[in-house]
């Protein structure tokens, strides 16, 4: 009885060790920019729950194979959740004071 408590209490943690979810499944660039919002929004949803459980995981007691493995994961979220971004218009600083400049000697 004992055995079987040390090596349920062993299986137990080590599942617990490693994030517990399963790896998201991984989409080209094509494939998001074809996807309607509802799944878009799903699918960030999706990569943001991932993220925080990633985030949960205690590196310092990872092997190395594992730690790359996260890392990679992590990149590859960070990417796609760039290909959700709605990429606005940014105006520097210099650029909008000569704007505001042209605006006031047109006017």
Known sequence: MKKISIALMFFVSSTLLYAG??????LDQQTVL????????MRVNELEDRLVQLQEIDFKQ?????KKEVRSE??????????????GVYISGAGLII??????LIF
Request: aromatic residues 2%; charged residues 45%.
């Open 74 to 87: 992590l990149r590859y979220i960070k990417k796609e959740m760039r290909a959700h971004a709605n990429h």
């Open 99 to 104: 704007i505001i400049l042209l605006a006031i």
């Open 34 to 41: 074809e996807m309607s919002e509802e799944d878009r929004t």
């Open 62 to 66: 990872l092997e190395r194979a594992e």
């Open 21 to 26: 979810g399963e790896e998201i499944k991984r």
